[in-house]
């Protein structure tokens, strides 16, 4: 069964940082992209940052570029995304997730909780 586990979510004032973690279990980890996506209130769920299997290279939305950063341990199974400079734009919840694609990028498993950032003075 695959799942995903974040944490490092909470409430922070713009400008602030955030390390968001996510642990997945159930599919051989080091072998799939991995990915970030966030869904804001009344929007739809968006990919935020992708990150090839041997950390080749990543990819990330221009809304978030030059202040987010995807990392990976393959020997955790653990995706990391820091977040700095942060903004209340990029309130939201936060999944992560295995993807295949390529360059279109699609969501291999079921959704975990997702963690939730405010970011809000």
């Known amino acids: 069964q695959v799942q995903f586990v974040g944490s490092g979510g909470g409430l922070v004032q713009p400008g602030g940082s955030l390390r968001l973690s996510c642990a997945a279990s159930?599919?051989?980890?080091?072998?799939?992209?991995m990915s970030w996506y966030r869904q804001a209130p009344g929007k739809e769920r968006e990919l935020v940052a992708v990150?090839?299997?041997?950390?080749?290279?990543?990819n990330y939305a221009d809304s978030v570029k030059g202040r987010f950063t995807i990392s990976r341990d393959n020997a955790e199974n653990t995706v990391y995304l820091q977040m700095n400079s942060l903004k209340p734009e990029d309130t939201g919840v936060y999944y992560c997730?295995?993807?295949?694609?390529?360059?279109?990028?699609?969501?291999?498993?079921?959704w975990g909780q997702g963690t939730q950032v405010t970011v809000s003075s």
């Open positions: 997730n295995a993807v295949a694609g390529g360059g279109r990028w699609s969501h291999l498993y079921p």
């Open positions: 159930g599919f051989t980890f080091s072998l799939h992209a």
């Open positions: 990150i090839t299997s041997t950390s080749g290279s990543r």
